[in-house]
């Protein structure tokens, strides 16, 4: 499994000889794998864009009880249904705009408890401000830079 991360915050990942589809993860002293391959799509291992439904499902989840209990409203249980797809029909149709999105992720949620309609209609509305959500939104400006090798 990979050493511990480089400094707090950061986010560590090495794959390593013939196990390419394989990454193992260290964020602190925490540890994940993210497997690809068909041995571990066949035993149940999540892949890169279930991490990403994850993390914006807990997100979400978190949000909308932070905001309920901030209420004193009867929220119980928020669930999130996420899934992701990629829309290959718009790829080209709208490859000229810049703001065209080939990637859709569906949310669905359910929200348990003595909700009136409005506070439902309330929560699902803060459910979209929840960071990971304002953050995939937005889009992320990622730069890289080559390390020498030690």
């Known amino acids: 499994m990979a050493e511990e991360s480089v400094n707090p915050g950061v986010v560590t990942v090495r794959v390593a000889g013939n196990n390419a589809l394989v990454a193992n993860i260290a964020v602190g002293n925490q540890r994940i794998q993210i497997d690809e391959s068909v041995e571990g799509v066949q035993h149940g291992s999540l892949n890169p864009y279930d991490h990403i439904l994850s993390a914006l499902g807990a997100c979400t989840a978190i949000t909308v009880q932070m905001y309920a209990q901030r209420k004193n409203w009867p929220l119980e249980l928020v669930e999130v249904y996420l899934s992701h797809e990629r829309r290959h029909p718009n790829d080209c149709a ?13 949310k669905q949620i359910r929200f348990v408890g003595d909700l009136t309609p409005e506070q439902k209609q309330r929560l699902e509305q803060i459910s979209s401000r929840c ?5 995939l939104q937005a889009g ?3 730069s890289s830079v080559l ?3 030690v």
């Open 131 to 135: 960071p990971v959500q304002k953050t």
């Open 94 to 106: 709208n490859c000229q705009d810049d703001n065209a999105k080939l990637s859709h992720i569906k």
């Open 147 to 149: 390390l020498d090798e």
């Open 140 to 142: 992320i400006a990622i």
